[in-house]
């Protein structure tokens, strides 16, 4: 039983690596037809982001080898971190009128990232899965391994949007 459910685990990552490597494909296309495509992005920020979501694989590896609540909540504020910051990130983007419907470039860029948050935000939820489950004093180690699994997902994820969206080719 165990063995399926990872194998499904592993399906739902490939399918996920399909959509967004259509995603990748579709922003690479509509990157060249626009010149001032790496000109407003703030890399502190997104050195920031990457920096945190680096913390948060750290954690949910201390999280899968301890089996501890305290990597839980560090992995969940973390990830909250994230998100606000993106969310900062779309209202600077915003109050400099280069919101989603400008071009193809930035209505790509908007389904990317926001893909890419969406699935932070369903990281979030099997993370307060996790700290309900653990404070009960019930141990998965299966749990861990798929909240590892996907985190680390979500991880990799976001190193390829920082190589092809914010770092000049």
Do not use: A
């Not at 399926?4 to 296309?29: H, M, N, P, Q």
């Not at 926001?114 to 489950?133: E, G, K, Q, T």
């Amino acid at each position: 039983m165990k063995s399926k459910i990872i194998f499904g685990v592993w399906l739902y990552i490939i399918s996920d690596c399909i959509i967004f490597s259509c995603l990748f494909i579709s922003f690479l296309i509509s990157k060249h037809n626009f010149i001032f495509y790496n000109k407003f992005f703030n890399f502190r920020i997104i050195l920031l982001e990457t920096l945190i979501l680096l913390l948060c694989s750290y954690f949910t590896n201390k999280n899968y080898k301890f089996n501890n609540v305290k990597y839980c909540y560090l992995n969940l504020i973390f990830s909250i971190i994230f998100i606000i910051l993106e969310v900062k990130e779309f209202y600077h983007l915003n109050i400099l009128n280069f919101n989603y419907n400008i071009n193809n470039f930035f209505s790509n860029y908007y389904i990317l990232i926001f893909f890419h948050c969406f699935h932070v935000m369903i990281s979030i939820i099997y993370c307060l899965n996790l700290i309900y489950l653990l404070n009960k004093k019930i141990r998965y180690n299966l749990l861990n391994l798929i909240f590892s699994l996907i985190w680390h997902f979500i991880h990799i994820i976001w190193l390829f949007i920082v190589f092809l969206i914010y770092i000049k080719l």
